[in-house]
């Protein structure tokens, strides 16, 4: 883990809009559950904090869960479109499905990304869809993955290998 000098990464809450000029992005797609009472979009952002990426986090800190999903409510409105912004802007889209969860809005990120080629997929074991996901997996060639270690892992890896060739990498 890298200390608070060390850290080049910048992360991004739904719904900040910054400029990010040509800087490699990653979208934080899946669960917002917390699993074993931790927080693995926070525990992936710790991992790479320090490589000089953007991440975008959609977890809202004045998300309020009255609010209706209805187009017309703004603040709704605001984060899908936030959402999907962010997730075609991203270089890479990393999909976590946990346990305990159907997790729709996060088979729809996947769906929604699938054919682009910039997807990693972590699938817990206990996830109730895992079959879905890993047939879409294997028929677009996506990356799956069994734990979040090995997401972390595969994420750092492939984010360094995108730094070298976009000559940012170490």
């Not at 000098?5 to 899946?30: C, E, M, T, W, Y």
């Not at 996830?127 to 090995?150: A, P, S």
């Amino acid at each position: 883990m890298a200390g608070c000098n060390d850290r080049k990464a910048r992360v991004i809450h739904a719904p900040s809009r910054p400029a990010i000029a040509g800087q490699i992005s990653v979208f934080l797609a899946g669960t917002t559950s917390r699993t074993a009472g931790s927080d693995w979009r926070e525990a992936l952002a710790d991992a790479m904090s320090h490589l000089a990426v953007t991440i975008f986090n959609p977890l809202r800190r004045d998300w309020d869960s009255s609010w209706r999903e209805d187009p017309t409510f703004a603040p709704f409105r605001e984060q899908v479109e936030w959402e999907l912004d962010m997730q075609e802007q991203a270089d890479m889209i990393v999909v976590y499905f946990g346990p305990g969860t159907d997790a729709p809005i996060s088979l729809l990120e996947l769906g929604l990304c699938a054919r682009a080629g910039k997807a990693i997929v972590s699938c817990h074991p206990e996830y109730r869809k895992r079959g879905n996901v890993q047939v879409v997996c294997q028929r677009f060639g996506i990356e799956f993955l069994d734990t979040e270690d090995d997401l972390v892992r595969m994420v750092v890896e492939r984010l360094n290998g995108l730094l070298r060739h976009a000559g940012e990498g170490r």
